[in-house]
T-cell receptor, first 114, second 115 residues
Framework: DVKVTQSSRYLVKRTGEKVFLECVQD?????MFWYRQDPGLGLRLIYF???????EKGDIPEGYSVSREKKERFSLILESASTNQTSMYLC?????????????FGPGTRLTVL | AQSVTQLDSQVPVFEEAPVELRCNYS??????LFWYVQYPNQGLQLLLK??????LVKGINGFEAEFNKSQTSFHLRKPSVHISDTAEYFC?????????????FGQGTRLTINP
């Protein structure tokens, strides 16, 4: 079974702090994704990566950056956290190469910015 | 770019009743469609997906979905629901961007099963 793990289930940070969310997958997947989930808005793509050291902006990249130094690890960085970044953050991975790939999700990190 | 609309934000039903969760997508020459489920305090997991072939797709936990190209719909159904089906359900369509597949999700439908 594919396993996607996220470093924290719950996180509370102060406005202006730098925040790191870590995601690790154990199935040698090419593609990795970061989403945020808000009630009534579904999942919105922040950034994705289809190879080590490669990154592409998703639909809502403002205020975020990412890092992928190793194939299995994809980090989301909030350079200066703000209250409107309070949300559930979900990481996912997929094999890569075809449009029919299933994405496998981690359990999510619920971030609260005070 | 693809888009997905889930027509109901909340659907309450009684246990053992049938349910249909509606999903419409923007048209495209070819399309891959997915339904994911999110149980409370968990990530998303795949229920089923349509790639090609038979328009009726069967998934896990007794769910099925029907692909209708003319109506650009992919509605999810279950003939008899259980309390354990209480969850949020997301419809998604595959799209290509920058050489990688990405999923475009609908807003979600919260299914509540009442005893």
């Amino acid at each position: 079974d594919v396993k996607v793990t996220q470093s924290s289930r719950y996180l509370v940070k102060r406005t202006g702090e730098k925040v790191f969310l870590e995601c690790v997958q154990d199935m040698d997947h090419e593609n990795m994704f970061w989403y945020r989930q808000d009630p009534g808005l579904g999942l919105r793509l922040i950034y994705f990566s289809y190879d080590v050291k490669m990154k592409e902006k998703g639909d809502i990249p403002e205020g975020y950056s990412v890092s992928r130094e190793k194939k299995e690890r994809f980090s989301l960085i909030l350079e200066s956290a703000s209250t409107n970044q309070t949300s559930m953050y979900l990481c996912a991975s997929s094999l890569g190469g075809t449009g029919s790939d299933t994405q496998y999700f981690g359990p999510g990190t619920r971030l609260t910015v005070l | 770019a693809q888009s997905v609309t889930q027509l109901d934000s909340q659907v309450p039903v009684f246990e053992e009743a049938p349910v249909e969760l509606r999903c419409n997508y923007s048209s495209s020459v070819s399309v891959y469609l997915f339904w994911y489920v999110q149980y409370p305090n968990q990530g998303l997991q795949l229920l089923l997906k349509y790639l090609s072939g038979s328009t009726l797709v069967k998934g896990i936990n007794g769910f099925e979905a029907e692909f209708n190209k003319s109506q650009t719909s992919f509605h999810l159904r279950k003939p008899s629901v259980h309390i354990s089906d209480t969850a949020e359900y997301f419809c998604a369509v595959s799209d290509w961007d920058q050489g990688a597949q990405k999923l475009v999700f609908g807003q979600g439908t919260r299914l509540t099963i009442n005893p």
